[in-house]
């Protein structure tokens, strides 16, 4: 019988490097998905379970401090907004959490500091924005108030009507230290620029801060452009505010107010409505500016009436100061009897007073020839601004009108 010696020895290999490597990875793998696994938990789970899935995660400690600051427990929030800042010191959340626990306790200065830090770290972190906002209007600092203010708005549509409300609160109750900051904000043409302009119109102190953004913008880089000196020019006119209207006018120059008729040659398409011609389109009148059959290079208004429809034409809004005047224009008759038709007339924007009405062509005038026709009327004080139209002279049957109209003129007499 053979000794057990004799059998061969099995050979025990030592764990080498690579094997502990291997299980290093393995290991890693492991604990990397466990991190993986709990993140949604730590994210979206209670404070409570997320505080026993993850205690030294500086995301868990943050959620506690919010949680803490809400309930009203400053000190513990204040401890866990501090560890969390400990384990990541640039947690922009975890930093606002403190500077807000320094607020509630009185420190209103460190608060300040703090918050300014993480609002300069983050545009957006709105509550350190928020706060600020405050802060900065207690003090009376408008202009860091207001950057804060519109830091928020550029972000969040949905707080754009408490943010414009502030903006139109310290527009109007102080003026003269306010307006400027918004002006300023606004010439910067932030994304909320048309939609702050617009929701000026409700109020007779809306209406009078638009009208004074209006004046400081227009001595800016962004004055308003056409679409919105338009609205603000219709607004004021559908509110009665014809005085301001005109003072603003003025005071801008767009149009300029010492041209009494805005495109009197119907060339300038760009001023705004009221202070521009508004064309009526209805069966019976085709009203259109269009290049002169006999002088191709030069605009005129050309008006196509069946003698019958009842229309304001054309119309646009002047303001002449009190005093005597002489209208004038030319006009050109393809067919039918302008003069029997149609007529220019100015009459009070205040009450619709007429003030003249001038026959719109001369009865014994010939066909496709341009002549002129004129007449003289006074304004009285008591009428700051007029509406100078063309108006129809319906007949009780159709009688088709074709005539032409340029270089229309009021100018004072004396």
């Not at 149609?342 to 007429?354: D, E, F, I, M």
């Amino acid at each position: 019988m053979r000794d057990r010696a004799d059998k061969p020895a099995v050979s025990r290999r030592r764990p080498g490097a690579g094997d502990i490597a291997s299980y290093g990875l393995t290991i890693g793998a492991v604990v990397l998905a466990w991190q993986i696994a709990i993140q949604p938990l730590i994210l979206r789970a209670p404070v409570e379970a997320a505080i026993r899935l993850a205690p030294g995660s500086p995301l868990v400690l943050r959620r506690a401090a919010e949680s803490e600051l809400v309930a009203g427990r400053i000190d513990n929030a204040a401890a866990l907004g501090r560890d969390s800042l400990g384990r990541a010191p640039f947690d922009v959340q975890a930093l606002r959490v403190v500077g807000l626990t320094e607020a509630r306790a009185g420190r209103e200065d460190a608060a300040d500091e703090i918050l300014t830090l993480a609002g300069n770290w983050s545009l957006r972190d709105d509550p350190a924005h928020a706060w600020l906002v405050e802060r900065r209007l207690r003090r009376g600092d408008y202009t860091s108030a207001f950057a804060h203010a519109d830091t928020l708005v550029r972000r969040r549509q949905d707080i754009q009507p408490q943010v414009f409300r502030l903006f139109t609160v310290a527009g109007t109750e102080d003026p003269q230290r306010s307006l400027p900051v918004i002006a300023s904000l606004l010439a910067a043409k932030p994304p909320w620029r048309d939609a702050y302009l617009s929701s000026l119109r409700e109020t007779p102190q809306d209406l009078q801060l638009a009208a004074s953004l209006a004046i400081l913008l227009e001595a800016g880089r962004a004055p308003l452009n056409q679409v919105e000196l338009q609205r603000l020019y219709q607004i004021l006119m559908n509110k009665g505010q014809l005085e301001a209207l005109r003072t603003v006018r003025s005071r801008l120059n767009r149009p300029p107010p010492g041209v009494a008729v805005t495109n009197g040659g119907f060339a300038d398409p760009e001023a705004p409505q009221p202070f521009q011609w508004r064309l009526v389109q209805k069966a019976g009148v085709v009203a259109e500016i269009v290049a002169d059959d006999l002088r191709p290079a030069n605009p005129a208004l050309r008006i196509d009436y069946d003698g019958y429809a009842t229309a304001r034409i054309a119309e646009q809004l002047t303001s002449l100061a009190p005093g005597s005047y002489r209208f004038s224009a030319e006009t050109r008759s393809e067919s039918g009897e302008p003069a029997a038709r149609l007529s220019w007339t100015l009459s009070c924007a205040t009450g619709g007073g007429a003030i003249a009405a001038l026959a719109a062509g001369e009865t014994t005038a010939r066909r496709n020839v341009w002549t002129t026709l004129s007449g003289r009327f006074v304004v009285p004080e008591t009428c700051p601004v007029q509406w100078l139209r063309l108006e129809t002279r319906a007949a009780d049957r159709r009688s088709p009108t074709v005539v032409w109209f340029d270089k229309i003129a009021i100018t004072p007499t004396g």
